[in-house]
T-cell receptor, first 115, second 113 residues
Framework: GESVGLHLPTLSVQEGDNSIINCAYS??????FIWYKQESGKGPQFIID?????DKRQGQRVTVLLNKTVKHLSLQIAATQPGDSAVYFC??????????????FGKGTHLIIQP | DTGVSQDPRHKITKRGQNVTFRCDPI?????LYWYRQTLGQGPEFLTY????????KSRLLSDRFSAERPKGSFSTLEIQRTEQGDSAMYLC???????????FGQGTRLTVV
């Protein structure tokens, strides 16, 4: 199947700064996108999702932007905290309104928060 | 803790042995998913259940892999005749329905020696 990938393997930001993690996908049929956070030794933790009929969705300190024209997804984290240090994965699915059946994950970006 | 529970957390086995992992989803979650994650990679989808029905199993890695959810509650993933390449984290997730977010467990880390 087509893959979902991330532009940077590691992103280092200062505590308190905003961070942006990017994701490119290639499957034009994808219509559901999710961001997960994974801390060392733990399973992925849901952060936020977005469907293809939207281009922006906000949560608590996080915003996901979807640009279907260029098949690009981003996760913005405001005022980063030490607890935000983790690996962040984007994932996508097609013909799905949600759930986790057949999600395709990218390789992940390791976000490092520096004090 | 009312999250997804996986057992065991770690398993070391010799090549050629069979292993079975258990997943207890969040109560009343109808959907249950199995994923595999190798070091440095994102999770890879294996199979999923809607209650006791296994709706997708073509993505299981080989015929050595099988999963069950006999009563629509907990699920087991079995790997027969394990190989060193099976070493990975096996993740389970559940969701209330097919159109809501899924919650992952902590995973079972398998090491085949």
């Amino acid at each position: 199947g087509e893959s979902v990938g991330l532009h940077l393997p590691t992103l280092s930001v200062q505590e308190g700064d905003n961070s942006i993690i990017n994701c490119a996908y290639s499957n034009s049929a994808s219509d559901y996108f999710i961001w997960y956070k994974q801390e060392s030794g733990k399973g992925p933790q849901f952060i936020i999702d977005i469907r293809s009929n939207m281009d922006k969705r906000q949560g608590q300190r996080v915003t996901v932007l979807l640009n279907k024209t260029v098949k690009h997804l981003s996760l913005q984290i405001a005022a980063t905290q030490p607890g935000d240090s983790a690996v962040y994965f984007c994932a996508e699915n097609e013909d799905s309104g949600g759930g986790a059946d057949g999600l395709t994950f990218g390789k992940g970006t390791h976000l490092i928060i520096q004090p | 803790d009312t999250g997804v529970s996986q057992d065991p957390r770690h398993k070391i086995t010799k090549r050629g042995q069979n292993v079975t992992f258990r997943c207890d989803p969040i109560s009343e979650h109808n959907r249950l998913y199995w994923y595999r994650q190798t070091l440095g990679q994102g999770p890879e989808f294996l199979t999923y259940f809607q209650n006791e029905a296994q709706l997708e199993k073509s993505r299981l890695l080989s015929d050595r892999f099988s999963a069950e959810r006999p009563k629509g509650s907990f699920s087991t993933l079995e790997i027969q005749r394990t190989e060193q390449g099976d070493s990975a984290m096996y993740l389970c997730a559940s969701s209330p329905t097919g159109d809501t977010e899924a919650f992952f467990g902590q995973g079972t880390r398998l090491t085949v020696v």
